[in-house]
Nanobody, 115 residues
Framework: QVQLVESGGGLVQAGGSLRLSCAASKTIFSINAMGWYRQAPGKQRELVATITSGGSTNYADSVKGRFTVSRDNAANTVYLLMNSLKPEDTAVYYC?????????WGQGTRVAVSS
């Protein structure tokens, strides 16, 4: 089992930056893939970015060039650096881990971008 704890959300003006962190309860080197998803009010949860144990990354088209996902295996932490934030990035951001065929979620951290 994997516990995930997100942090770093908050209120920011459009054009600003935030860095989200996701701390895992076990060594992330053994986790197949980790990622970030988001859910805006009234919308379905959507993929933002993923990173594999080998370091390969994947991004939603809406965030390419603005967001960067990274991992620190020594700290068992995955990050999401969000630059040039837009009001449409407002959502609850969730960390996800794919491990031994199971999908684990954090509790989410809220990001609000004002125009």
């Amino acid at each position: 089992q994997v516990q995930l704890v997100e942090s770093g959300g908050g209120l920011v003006q459009a054009g600003g930056s935030l860095r989200l962190s996701c701390a895992a309860s076990k060594t992330i080197f053994s986790i197949n893939a980790m990622g970030w998803y988001r859910q805006a009010p009234g919308k379905q949860r959507e993929l933002v970015a993923t990173i594999t144990s080998g370091g390969s990354t994947n991004y939603a088209d809406s965030v390419k060039g603005r967001f960067t996902v990274s991992r620190d295996n020594a700290a068992n932490t995955v990050y999401l650096l969000m630059n040039s934030l837009k009001p449409e990035d407002t959502a609850v951001y969730y960390c996800n881990a794919q491990y031994l065929g199971y999908s684990y979620w954090g509790q989410g951290t809220r990001v609000a971008v004002s125009s």
